[in-house]
């Protein structure tokens, strides 16, 4: 009993000099993951051992230097699941780089997945195999399959060749000092800061060559990074597309978009009026996690700031989802600022669309009687929304315009929404007065 005892105040006094939950779990001889899960460790009535808090790593701040996870818990018994040994890990890595690429068996985008699979695998196996990859020769192979004609191209909704490498480089070099060193000295740092340049060139024709600036759907991080270093100082028209990546980018990735762009628009509006006309946010469908895509309401409000008294002719917000709750949400605590406000002060404003929203009668008649007098405005598009028919006629009248039912849009010629012909109404719908 007194041993017991002795053993408890021992582990509970290592607990607590402990920095990690991971320290003490591995001195108990227990599985690290349950730190993931788990506060404390219960040894019976009245008896626990509490891990040190954990501290989760910021993904936007740490990038690919984020924590390896622990080895699964499955496969924590090492009699029976070994990890791979230095000579099968280089095995493998030359069989895939200088075998299977010479004969085409696979794409190199393949290849290149199951490389970065087996690196970002555990904290135990993803060292061993990286040392095999850089004994294999994988250094000088990602040069070589960064320069390939073609390398940049996506194909069948796969990721490019410079995805890949890109990706493995950040990873090697963030989890572990060998492979940062190695990958170093062989010059890889040019391929990252050649796609900063790429991207840096690309904004610059955008912006002064054709005074318009259109982000589609790429990698996660060039979307980003565009998106963070916009120069809205010459542009007039600016469209954000990211539809296509629906299923493929995290949210928290959406709302670092969403944010950039607020706060590109909020810090060039205090410099000097901005020319920017025409402005169109469309996000993706859903997330990564394959969920309903909701942005935080962090970023809605970073947005709205950004937004609120722009000299904008064309708004078009989709796939944004527009609840009675988001369009109440204060930007800023104590301001009553609101998405409403933010379209009324919108006084240049020609034609608003706000399309897949999400958006239900109650809350687009509360929009309708916040933007009804706008004076210039000549189009309101609330197509694609869960808008009963009933409350479309209801809102027609409050315009005193046209609802088409074959597309659920609700359009007028002039200012204030005034009426159109009616062959040019019938044309495209039935007429509802």
Not at 94 to 101: A, G, I
Not at 337 to 365: I, P, R
Request: with cysteine; charged share 25%.
């Amino acid at each position: 009993m007194a041993d017991e005892i002795d053993a408890i105040a021992k582990a509970k006094e290592f607990a607590c000099a402990a920095s990690t939950p991971e320290e003490v779990l591995q001195q108990l001889k227990m599985w690290e993951g349950w730190g993931r899960y788990h506060s404390s460790i219960a040894l019976g009535p009245d008896q626990e051992i509490l891990l040190p808090v954990r501290e989760e790593p910021d993904p936007d701040t740490v990038g690919f230097a984020y924590p390896l996870p622990p080895l699964e818990f499955n496969l924590r018994n090492s009699r029976k699941y070994p990890p791979p040994t230095e000579e099968a890990a280089f095995r493998e890595m030359f069989k895939l780089l200088h075998y299977v690429c010479r004969e085409k068996l696979f794409t190199r985008n393949y290849v290149l997945s199951v490389i970065y699979d087996w690196v970002n695998s555990n904290r135990r196996d993803s060292p061993i195999w990286q040392r095999g990859f850089l004994t294999a020769g994988g250094a000088q192979k990602l040069i070589e399959f960064w320069h390939e004609e073609g390398a940049d191209q996506e194909l069948d909704d796969e990721y490019s060749v410079r995805y890949w490498v890109l990706a493995l480089i950040g990873r090697m070099m963030g989890t572990l000092q060998e492979s940062r060193t190695h990958l170093i000295k062989e010059g890889l740092v040019s391929l990252i800061l050649e796609v900063r340049s790429q991207w840096h060139v690309s904004h610059a024709r955008a912006a002064s060559c054709y005074n318009s600036c259109e982000i589609q759907g790429a990698s996660s991080s060039a979307l980003l990074a565009l998106a963070q270093r916009l120069s809205l100082d010459q542009l007039r028209s600016l469209r954000l597309d990211i539809l296509n990546e629906s299923g493929k980018l995290p949210e928290r990735l959406v709302n670092q978009l969403l944010s950039s762009l607020g706060d590109a628009l909020a810090a060039a509006k205090k410099a000097l009026p901005l020319p920017l006309e025409d402005l169109s946010v469309v996000l993706a469908s859903f997330s990564n996690s394959v969920t309903p895509l909701r942005p935080s309401s962090a970023a809605l409000a970073a947005l709205l700031r950004g937004l609120a008294s722009l000299r904008l002719r064309r708004l078009e917000l989709s796939y944004l989802p527009l609840t009675r709750k988001a369009i109440h949400q204060e930007v800023e605590s104590g301001t009553q600022q609101t998405l409403l406000s933010v379209l009324t002060s919108l006084n240049c404003l020609k034609e608003l669309t706000l399309t897949h929203n999400g958006m239900y009668g109650e809350v687009a008649k509360e929009l309708v009687e916040a933007v009804r007098d706008l004076p210039h405005l000549q189009v309101l598009d609330l197509s694609r929304n869960r808008i009963a028919n009933k409350e479309f006629k209801e809102i027609a009248e409050t315009l005193g315009s046209y609802l088409f039912a074959s597309d659920c849009a609700i359009k007028g010629n002039g200012s204030h929404l005034g009426a159109q012909s009616d062959t040019a109404a019938v044309s495209e719908g039935k007429v509802l007065k």
